[in-house]
């Protein structure tokens, strides 16, 4: 009992604290102008009519291809740790049929939603990532159903390599050009597409087609190492 | 208040409701029932929201938000029955 | 208001009502079968008539939000029957008041061969 | 009825997944229809094999005919379902009668059996728990027959003369 009445206490304490500090903070202000300078000169300099996608992917490109190998450097370190000799998965119960079917048919659909969500990043939420991961369940649902399934190694991890690569070659093309890494040329150069339409923002769609790939294909090489890993621990 | 912004009030009121059973259990099927139709009212919610706020870019987060849902539940029902 | 906001309101209503009757049924009903029973089926209903009410509501979103709602169409199914069969496979057993159970038999002759 | 060839079922999932690509756009700019129809032709190159069976015979308009006569009737079916559920969860004795019963089923097909499993969770008290072979295991909320005969008459066959022509099971 006066352990809780002390925690509550506690909590009150530290919310004054917060409450206090962030009382000072002049909410609805400017604190950064590079913020707004995004904002103002978006539409003209990229092209895509969603700010955050022309951020992540056109002003800190290079942030953004960081990421993707944050990510490449996670899943080889989780083949590293895991890697055996070929293990077979360990499902012992297979999935009902109704569950077996209804991801059959499934299957086309969660990857057309996948494609279509890293295609639209410059116009709506989402983007590589989001599409990216949604492909990679489509993956995973496949593998929750069927309890005999592996994915083909010799087909994903070329198309990985390859996505990755591609990144790399549009950046050292913008640098040949314009004369920085991931310069966008299509767009203030060639000035191709309207801003609003698919065709438009640039090498925005190209390269969050390529993160969409890389991610989807890295997220479905952990899935299968991690779930075929399991039949060691349990003996 | 507009029969939207009611229905707004309502499904927060579902979401709640659910949630009790999420709390009481009393087994692990119990509760995942319950976070499986809390996503979704979550779904429906989102939906929604894509109207009362005139953003129907809003929609794309209920499309990949049903999916996630979807997969998540599958996986806990497989893990359940040894599956996975 | 006119007339197509008139109907997805309405539907819009109806189907958080059936969010609310979902959740009641979540609470009442004395055992996980029974829960899943009254849960799914009011809630995926109501998904229909809130996606299908927005859908009206807006026509811009109609054919989106029918793609949400036939795609929960599908999915609520199976993951109710998803989670059910491992509910039963995990050895929850049936409510006390249950009369008849030919799953176990089943079940047992699968065991058998 | 064997299968139909690899092109019609290729077709078949590329017309699929571009009807739903439409919906999903919402818009007919020549971009996105391009884009569209370029995603489509990928994904079912990557997935015709486990989509479908029977291929363009599905579209057959006596199949369209029956699914769009299907759609009242589940809908009907699903709206009845909801009211037995008020009734239930609202009625203050809680009147439920619960059990697992088992049906058999003419159906052959994956799909159909899917479909058929599906409306049957979404439909009056009954929610189906497992398929083996040709039978269906349903918890039924209000027991009316335990036997196999009976269940199967009062649960299973008012779809079943629908799916069995949708999902090529007519002969």
Redesign the interface.
């Known amino acids: 009992m006066v352990k809780r009445i002390l925690a509550i206490i506690f909590i009150l304490v530290i919310g004054f604290w917060i409450a206090n500090a962030l009382a000072k903070v002049p909410f609805g202000e400017d604190k950064m102008l590079v913020g707004k300078y995004y904002l103002e000169n978006v539409k003209e300099q990229t092209g895509a009519i969603n700010a955050v996608t022309a951020v992540v992917v056109n002003y800190r490109g290079f942030d953004t291809l960081g990421e993707v190998t944050v990510l490449f450097i996670a899943s080889t370190g989780v083949a590293a740790l895991l890697w055996r000799r070929r293990e077979e998965r360990s499902a012992e119960v297979d999935g009902s049929l109704i569950l077996k079917t209804g991801s059959r048919v499934l299957l086309p659909f969660i990857m057309l939603f996948g494609a279509y969500i890293f295609i639209h990043g410059h116009l709506t939420p989402g983007g590589g990532f989001p599409g990216g991961a949604t492909i990679a369940t489509a993956f995973l649902m496949i593998y929750l159903a069927y309890k005999e399934y592996e994915i083909d190694h010799n087909l994903f991890e070329p198309l990985e390599g390859l996505s990755g690569v591609s990144y790399v070659a549009v950046g050292l093309i913008g640098l040949a050009i314009g004369g920085y890494f991931l310069f966008d040329w299509i767009w203030q150069i060639w000035e191709v597409g309207d801003i609003g339409r698919l065709l438009s923002a640039g090498f925005i769609p190209i390269i969050y087609t390529i993160i969409g790939i890389k991610v989807g294909t890295e997220l479905t090489g952990i899935i299968d190492r991690m779930i075929k890993e399991s039949k060691e621990v349990e003996g | 208040m507009?029969?939207?912004e009611?229905?707004?009030v309502?499904?927060a009121?579902?979401?709640v409701?659910?949630m009790?059973?999420v709390f009481r259990g009393p087994?692990t099927?119990?509760r995942?029932?319950?976070i499986?139709?809390m996503t979704?009212?979550t779904?429906?919610l989102m939906?929604?929201f894509?109207?009362y706020y005139?953003r129907?870019?809003?929609?794309?987060?209920?499309?990949?938000y049903?999916?996630?849902a979807?997969?998540g539940?599958?996986?806990?029902?497989?893990y359940?029955?040894?599956?996975? | 208001m006119t007339i197509n906001e008139a109907i997805g309101a309405f539907l819009i209503f109806t189907g958080s009502l059936f969010y609310v009757l979902s959740s009641l049924g979540l609470i009442r009903m004395p055992d996980v079968y029974n829960r899943m029973q009254t849960a799914t089926k009011s809630a995926t209903l109501a998904s229909l008539g809130v996606m299908i009410g927005v859908g009206i509501y807006s026509p811009c979103c109609f054919p989106k939000a029918l793609v949400i709602a036939l795609f929960l169409l599908l999915t609520n199914p199976i993951s109710a029957h998803a989670l059910i069969r491992a509910a039963y496979r995990s050895g929850i057993p049936l409510w006390e008041g249950s009369i008849v159970d030919k799953y176990k038999e089943a079940l047992k002759e699968e065991g058998e061969q | 009825m064997g299968e139909a060839s690899k092109v019609s079922r290729y077709l078949y999932t590329v017309i699929i997944l571009f009807v739903i690509w439409l919906f999903l756009t919402n818009s007919l700019d020549p971009q996105e229809l391009t884009m569209g129809f370029v995603l489509s032709l990928i994904i079912a190159a990557l997935t015709y094999q486990v989509f479908t069976k029977y291929g363009l015979s599905n579209l057959h308009p006596k199949r369209i005919l029956y699914t769009v006569a299907y759609i009242p009737y589940f809908l009907w079916a699903m709206i009845m379902a909801n009211l037995d559920v008020a009734y239930r969860v609202l009625h203050p004795k809680r009147p439920i009668n619960p059990g697992i019963v088992e049906i058999k089923t003419n159906l052959t097909n994956d799909i159909a059996k899917l479909v058929l499993a599906n409306s049957i969770t979404l439909t009056p008290g009954t929610m189906s728990v497992d398929v083996k072979g040709d039978r269906l295991y349903i918890h039924w909320i209000d027991v009316k027959d335990p036997s196999l005969e009976g269940a199967s008459k009062h649960i299973g066959k008012p779809f079943e003369k629908f799916l069995r022509v949708i999902f090529h099971d007519d002969n």
């Open positions: 507009t029969i939207i009611v229905s707004l309502l499904i009121i579902a979401t409701l659910s009790y059973r087994t099927v119990d995942i029932i319950a499986d139709i979704t009212i779904t429906g939906v929604l894509a109207l005139k129907a870019i809003f929609l794309d987060v209920a499309l990949v049903a999916v996630l979807f997969l539940v599958i996986a806990f029902a497989r359940l029955e040894g599956g996975l």
